[in-house]
């Protein structure tokens, strides 16, 4: 499959912000259509069995699959399939308030660290297990416990790991990023969950945070805010992850090399941060939150249908069966890791 494309609209003609309407326009395009889709299912059934949310992702992973975008495309998804869903987990801050986190409690709390420990130990003892590099093998596992690429990239400097070992990792990451936001609602609805636990189970295995508005959509309003708030205590586990690993590196090598700040808090947690602090001490009017809850429920469906058209399953083939294996393993065990959790503690 080919678009054609007019040859005066050149990628070199458009600069500077006119750059992203192709692509963005492309991705709000198939965002339409995913949310006229739910429509149809809702008008047919009364409700809707896969939702809008997820209808993007599908229909936009399909289009990649025979069509690879030109530079002409290309800024604009990545530009919606990263930026928007950043901006879309900064404003979701304004819904959550301090309350909600202090609801987690203790034990939820520390199980979220433990997860993560024993995500990064046990993905990384897979990656050696199937005879992956240290680097390659920390990477993956990195980016499954923590928070996907962003954690790659953080991680990477840190262990100075590899450009095409980055890339591979990257390359998995996307694939069954999507395939985790995808199961998450269905795993949830096959053992009962209610909204408080498909959240906590969202929060604990979706990749990326963005990702985790998509996973626990379909549970409520309820289930997104308690998935935003587990996986943002799981991202905060990127600060010590890294200078953990910065300063095992640096006392291998006699040299002092840390992780930076933003290394350690994105931008987009930090507002989320600073607008659940405003929420919480009554800075916020009520009034805004429901054009809020609008505004991040249609940048997530655009950021959605954008993440579908950057993940080529192709990249699966290309890096190799034994990655492919260990990120499938290591994506399985934080998965049984976050059941287990929801089984032990008490929910509700």
């Known amino acids: 499959m080919a678009l054609a494309l007019d040859p005066a609209a050149s990628p070199r003609r458009l600069t500077g912000p006119a750059r992203l309407l192709p692509g963005a326009a492309l991705a709000a395009a198939v965002g339409a259509l995913a949310h006229g889709l739910q429509s149809v299912e809702v008008r047919l059934f009364g409700q809707a069995w896969i939702e809008g949310l997820v209808l993007a992702i599908l229909i936009g992973a399909s289009l990649r699959l025979v069509w690879t975008p030109s530079p002409l495309w290309t800024p604009g998804v990545n530009f919606s399939a990263r930026t928007l869903l950043e901006i879309a987990v900064a404003l979701l801050g304004a819904t959550v308030s301090g309350a909600a986190v202090a609801a ?169 941060l600073a607008l659940m602090a405003l929420r919480s001490l009554g800075g916020l009017p009520e009034a805004i939150l429901p054009p809020l809850q609008v505004s991040v429920s249609a940048l997530t469906l655009i950021a959605m249908a954008a993440l579908g058209l950057t993940v080529d399953p192709r990249a699966v083939l290309r890096a190799g069966p034994r990655v492919a294996a260990v990120a499938a393993l290591s994506a399985l065990l934080i998965g049984v890791l976050g059941v287990g959790v929801i089984a032990v503690l008490p929910l509700g």
């Not at 034990?107 to 046990?122: E, F, M, S």
């Not at 990257?170 to 609602?185: E, K, Q």
């Not at 795993?187 to 998509?214: C, I, S």
Request: aromatic fraction near 6%.
């Open 104 to 272: 987690l409690g203790p034990w939820l709390l520390a199980a979220i660290v433990g997860v993560v420990v024993l995500a990064v130990l046990g993905g990384y003892a897979l990656g050696r297990a199937f005879g992956l590099p240290p680097a390659m093998a920390l990477l993956v596992a990195c980016g499954n416990a923590i928070c996907g690429n962003s954690a790659i990239a953080a991680v990477a400097p840190v262990i100075e790991a590899e450009s095409e070992d980055v890339a591979a990792a990257i390359g998995f990451t996307a694939v069954l990023g999507v395939a985790v936001v995808l199961l998450v609602p269905l795993v949830g609805a096959l053992l009962g969950y209610d909204a408080t636990r498909v959240g906590v189970l969202a929060g604990l295995t979706v990749y990326a945070v963005p990702q985790v508005l998509a996973a626990a959509a379909p549970a409520g309003l309820a289930a997104v805010q308690t998935g935003a708030v587990v996986k943002l205590v799981r991202v905060l586990m990127l600060g010590p992850v890294c200078l953990t690993l910065g300063l095992m590196r640096s006392s291998r090598r006699g040299a002092g090399r840390g992780p930076r700040l933003h290394q350690m808090a994105p931008w987009f947690v930090l507002v989320f």
